[in-house]
T-cell receptor, first 113, second 112 residues
Framework: DVKVTQSSRYLVKRTGEKVFLECVQDMDHENMFWYRQDPGLGLRLIYFSYDVKMKEKGDIPEGYSVSREKKERFSLILESASTNQTSMYLC????????????FGPGTRLLVL | EDQVTQSPEALRLQEGESSSLNCSYTVSGLRGLFWYRQDPGKGPEFLFTLYSAGEEKEKERLKATLTKKESFLHITAPKPEDSATYLCAVPNYGGSQGNLIFGKGTKLSVKP
């Protein structure tokens, strides 16, 4: 089975802190994604990556950056956390060509105070 | 712009009361339609992929069907453990390959 893990299930941070969210997948998938999910707004794509050291902006990249130094690991960085970044963050991975099915991690619920 | 619309937003059923959830989309040349189940506080869990009109897939009490403009997730004799939010998604044809556009989901509650 595909397994996507995220470094924390719950996280509480202060405004202005730098926050790192990490995601690891064990299926050798090329594609990895970061979403945030908010009530009434659904899943919104923040950033995605097709390969190591490659990244592309999604629909809402402002206030975020990403890093992909190894194929299995994709990090989301909040450079200076703000209260409006309180949300559920979801990581996903997929393999192109065979299927575009994305497999999700368990999510990180981030609270910024 | 590609759109994925799910209805209803919320659905309350009694245990054993069968019903259907709808996912309509406005893309041409569909490369797949995906159904996910999401429990509160957890990540979406993949259920089905449908690729062509007329295709059907089943898993326990769930059956997904696809037409040229919409997909249905039929729930037969649901149980309380089927309570969850069900999401559908299609590939983002206007964007980079591999991206999905998600609907906002249908929250299903099944009462005993």
């Amino acid at each position: 089975d595909v397994k996507v893990t995220q470094s924390s299930r719950y996280l509480v941070k202060r405004t202005g802190e730098k926050v790192f969210l990490e995601c690891v997948q064990d299926m050798d998938h090329e594609n990895m994604f970061w979403y945030r999910q908010d009530p009434g707004l659904g899943l919104r794509l923040i950033y995605f990556s097709y390969d190591v050291k490659m990244k592309e902006k999604g629909d809402i990249p402002e206030g975020y950056s990403v890093s992909r130094e190894k194929k299995e690991r994709f990090s989301l960085i909040l450079e200076s956390a703000s209260t409006n970044q309180t949300s559920m963050y979801l990581c996903a991975s997929s393999s192109p060509g065979v299927s575009e099915t994305q497999y999700f991690g368990p999510g990180t619920r981030l609270l910024v105070l | 712009e590609d759109q994925v619309t799910q209805s209803p937003e919320a659905l309350r059923l009694q245990e054993g009361e069968s019903s259907s959830l709808n996912c309509s989309y406005t893309v041409s040349g569909l490369r797949g339609l995906f159904w996910y189940r999401q429990d509160p506080g957890k990540g979406p869990e993949f259920l089905f992929t449908l690729y062509s009109a007329g295709e059907e897939k089943e898993k326990e009490r769930l059956k997904a069907t696809l037409t040229k403009k919409e997909s249905f997730l039929h729930i037969t004799a649901p149980k309380p453990e089927d309570s969850a939010t069900y999401l559908c998604a299609v590939p983002n044809y206007g964007g980079s390959q591999g991206n999905l556009i998600f609907g906002k989901g249908t929250k299903l509650s099944v009462k005993p």
